[in-house]
């Protein structure tokens, strides 16, 4: 009678240790990931350009834009509001008639800019979860930016 409930009791251990193992598998395969941003109406900080990481400075605005619905963009280039007009397709988009105001601001005009530049440069885009990659013709990528989300 022994043996038998020792061989019961060493089933039911070596199920319970084979379950956890199989759910530790299971876990490490599975990645919680939040949907993919959406394009528009979502405001995108700038956090790379031209393969350089951008580190926004305490108390200043972060370098940003958002496309908005009727095929407008507004933004921030870092000492300048700028606003325009996008179209865009599956992995598209293209940016025209951009304008921006005229301060002049020492420390980030050259940033300023590129970050221009590049808006005018791009003509592809590919959104990986919360990360928005602008790129050109070339295959260049221009811009990396960040879906934040406003509480």
């Known amino acids: ?16 240790i084979c379950g956890l193992f199989l759910l530790f598998l299971l876990s490490a395969n599975y990645k919680e990931s939040a949907p993919a941003a959406s394009l528009v109406n979502t405001y995108w900080r700038l956090a790379e350009l031209d393969g350089n990481e951008i580190v926004t400075a305490e108390g200043r605005r972060e370098m940003k834009f958002t496309l908005r619905g009727g095929n407008k963009v507004t933004g921030y280039g870092g000492c300048n509001s700028f606003f325009g007009r996008y179209t865009f397709d599956e992995s598209k988009i293209s940016f025209s008639r951009l304008a921006a105001t005229k301060m002049f601001c020492a420390d980030t005009t050259e940033m300023e800019n590129l970050f221009m530049k590049s808006l005018a440069e791009v003509s592809g885009y590919k959104i ?8 050109d013709n070339d295959g260049k990528v221009w811009s990396r930016l960040q879906a934040v989300y406003l509480k």
Do not use: D, E, Y
């Open 1 to 16: 009678m022994k043996n038998i409930i020792k061989n019961i009791w060493v089933r039911i251990v070596l199920f319970i």
């Open 128 to 135: 990986t979860g919360q990360t928005l990659q602008l790129s």
